[in-house]
């Protein structure tokens, strides 16, 4: 084993759930890159964060090769062991109110796609390179509300994990033969700092467990897609929701 770090690309990565990444990949040794379309905070303690902090606006594509450079440059030519897609919006109405087909304009839904789904795509694609060296993973986070209609998740939101969900099994189809695999979580209901009013409420009604998710237990599963424990783990979709799926 080589005692260079293994490198990390995670996307969304200025809260919740990115957060938790962050935090539990250094504590296991990795070197962590973080995109976010917010600069550099400086509330972001972890060792190295400055250096690993590349500010990008993914709605914007044709911002994605200088995103690529950019990572290029800060990982010196070498691999890229994993890629995090964690970046994700969902839009609401007034007073946070869901965004249906009705209520979802030409422009929200490019937007949300260009985010959620598309940037994706694009970035994996162009990192290739890199992955395939390392015989890296790729893991994208959906969402419950890509496979049901959730009660705060709008149409576009819920649209985009789908695709993001078929996304992955292309991934897992075309670049397993390469050595790189690419696997999904798709998470429920998780305490971060945005959750909707009334998911309390939620929980109590339609989560088995009873509780919500922590974004830490989302990190570790991410983290272990992520290691060579799951070496054999290509093309699935875990579920982390407490049961809510069933």
């Not at 490198?7 to 938790?20: E, F, N, P, V």
């Amino acid at each position: 084993m080589s005692d260079t770090p293994r490198t990390l690309l995670l996307t969304g990565a200025s809260r919740g759930i990115g957060h938790a990444t962050v935090k539990l990949f250094q504590e296991h040794g990795w070197r962590v890159l973080t995109v976010s379309r917010h600069s550099f905070s400086e509330e972001c303690r972890w060792p190295g964060a400055r250096w690993g902090h590349i500010q990008a606006d993914l709605a914007d594509l044709s911002d994605i090769d200088r995103l690529v450079a950019e990572v290029r440059e800060r990982i010196a030519g070498g691999p890229l062991h994993a890629l995090v897609n964690n970046a994700g919006i969902s839009p609401k109405g007034p007073g946070g109110s869901r965004l249906g087909v009705a209520d979802t304009d030409a422009r929200a839904w490019t937007h949300v796609l260009n985010v959620n789904l598309v940037s994706t795509a694009l970035l994996a694609r162009a990192l290739l390179p890199e992955l395939e060296a390392a015989r890296g993973a790729i893991v994208n986070v959906t969402s419950i509300a890509g496979s049901r209609v959730h009660p705060f998740a709008g149409v576009a939101y819920a649209a985009s994990k789908a695709g993001l969900a078929a996304l992955t099994r292309e991934f897992a189809h075309e670049f397993g033969p390469r050595g790189v695999r690419a696997n999904a979580i798709a998470p429920g209901e998780i305490r971060t700092a945005i959750l909707s009013p009334g998911t309390d409420e939620l929980v109590r009604d339609i989560v088995p467990l009873g509780r919500l998710g922590e974004a830490r237990e989302v990190a570790e599963t991410i983290h272990f897609l992520c290691s060579e424990a799951s070496a054999y783990i290509n093309g699935a979709e875990i579920h982390i929701n407490g049961g809510q799926h069933v």
